[in-house]
């Protein structure tokens, strides 16, 4: 009946999933087991960790469900979410184009703005529903991933330099506008972990004075967001014919500017935890 429940509370704080049923679940010792997207939500009659065993989530596993009846855990065993991937940084902008020897009253092109990080990815959630025959040590991890780094700017282009052809003159052209450094991506948030436990006797049979559950230790620390990308650098002003860089003739020509730095990515959120009885 207390199954039954248990069955019952898991659909409620889960919805819109199902459970593979099956008799066992064993990883022995100093071995890994790989749970897929296929078999994420399971009941299983049995489940045993032995020693130093490992539980891997794939990458395509959103969420981990699994209610045992019969749970035999043993030392330094751990369940661990490969969700957690950190987002790709964002391409670097290209540079302006200069302008060429023989061109004049051409300003420099501007840097290409790079290019956002990518967001971190979420770390699974994980809810466990054990009936505890035996238990020494579980670490279940789920993080989320770090945040890309944002690409910086493209450089802006040269200037053309001062020129004069007959009664055309051309000043000095500035260079180019430096591109914007790209956005950090923001951090992934840590998955929710749940752990339900009931201990029980060599017959089944539910412990009348239940232990509180400290062999199982919770990482869930969220990703950082990325760093923006710096700003591209200012195009160089072409030449004077006076040599003056900045200046012919007493008419100041205007400087190209720095791009702007991106904006750091956010920090991803601790999600929900809990470790409780189930009754």
């Not at 330099?161 to 840590?190: T, V």
């Amino acid at each position: 009946m207390l199954l039954r429940c248990i069955i019952l509370i898991f659909f409620l704080i889960v919805p819109e999933t199902y459970l593979l049923a099956q008799k066992s679940l064993i990883v022995k010792t100093n071995r890994t087991r790989t749970i897929s997207a296929t078999t994420q939500s399971l009941l299983v009659d049995t489940l045993i960790m032995e020693d130093n065993s490992t539980l891997i989530l794939g990458p395509d596993v959103d969420f981990f469900n699994l209610i045992a009846k019969y749970a035999r855990i043993g030392r330094n065993t751990k369940i661990i979410s490969q969700k957690t991937l950190d987002g790709n940084p964002g391409s670097t902008g290209k540079n302006g184009v200069s302008a060429q020897r023989n061109e004049s009253c051409k300003e420099g092109g501007a840097g290409e703005n790079g290019g956002n990080g990518i967001d971190g990815v979420d770390g699974a959630d994980i809810y466990l529903f054990l009936r505890i025959k035996s238990i020494e040590s579980l670490t279940i991890v789920s993080t989320g991933g770090n945040g890309g780094n944002g690409g910086n700017g493209g450089n802006g282009g040269v200037g053309s330099n001062a020129s004069a052809s007959g009664i055309n003159i051309c000043l000095e052209k500035p260079g180019g506008l430096g591109g914007m450094g790209g956005n950090g991506g923001n951090g992934g948030n840590g998955g929710n972990i749940i752990v339900n436990y009931t201990f029980i006797d060599d017959n089944g049979d539910f412990l009348q004075s239940q232990p509180q559950l400290n062999q199982v230790s919770i990482v869930n620390m969220a990703g950082n967001g990325g760093l923006g990308g710096e700003g591209g650098t200012q195009g160089a002003t072409g030449n004077s014919m006076l040599g003056d860089k900045n200046k012919s003739k007493g008419i100041s020509i205007i400087k190209a500017n720095r791009g702007t730095t991106g904006r750091n990515g956010k920090n991803g959120f601790y999600l929900k935890t809990n470790i409780k009885q189930n009754f």
